[in-house]
Nanobody, 121 residues
Framework: VQLQASGGGLVRAGGSLRLSCATS????????MGWFRQLPGEGRIFVAG???????VSENSMKGRFTCHAGDADDTVFLEMKNLRPEDTAVYYC????????????????WGQGTLVTVSS
C-alpha cells in the first residue's frame, strides 16, 4: 500500500492540527493504519492506530488530545491533534500493518513519508 501524509506545520502551544494520510494500492479491508512520531534523536513511537471499521487505539499519554479516525471515502485516515504542546514537536509518520497489534508493536509493512509538526511555546 502506498501512503501519503500531509498536514504538518507550525502551530502555537494550545492549538490544533489535523494530519492526513492518503492510501492507495490495496483493498482497505486487508490492512490497518497507524500514526507514529519521531522526536529529534529518537526512534519512532506509536501514537494511534485504526481499522477501516473504525476501531481505534491511542497511546495512553496522548489519549484525549490525539484522535485517529478514517474518512468517509475509506482511503484516508486522519490524526486530529488538539491542545498541542512544544514537546509534541516531531516528524509524524503514517503506516500500515496487518493488525492493530502489529501497529502498536511497530511491526509495520509500509511507511508514508513524514510530515513535520512544530509547536511553538
Amino acid at each position: 500500500v502506498q501512503l501519503q501524509a500531509s498536514g504538518g506545520g507550525l502551530v502555537r502551544a494550545g492549538g490544533s492540527l489535523r494530519l492526513s494520510c492518503a492510501t492507495s494500492g490495496r483493498t482497505v479491508s486487508s490492512y490497518v493504519m497507524g500514526w507514529f512520531r519521531q522526536l529529534p534523536g529518537e526512534g519512532r513511537i506509536f501514537v494511534a492506530g485504526i481499522t477501516w471499521h473504525g476501531i481505534a487505539v491511542s497511546e495512553n499519554s496522548m489519549k484525549g488530545r490525539f484522535t485517529c479516525h478514517a474518512g468517509d471515502a475509506d482511503d484516508t485516515v486522519f490524526l486530529e491533534m488538539k491542545n498541542l504542546r512544544p514537546e509534541d514537536t516531531a516528524v509524524y509518520y503514517c503506516a500500515s500493518a496487518s493488525t492493530l497489534g502489529e501497529v502498536q508493536k511497530g511491526s509495520i509493512d509500509s511507511w508514508g513519508q513524514g510530515t513535520l509538526v512544530t509547536v511553538s511555546s
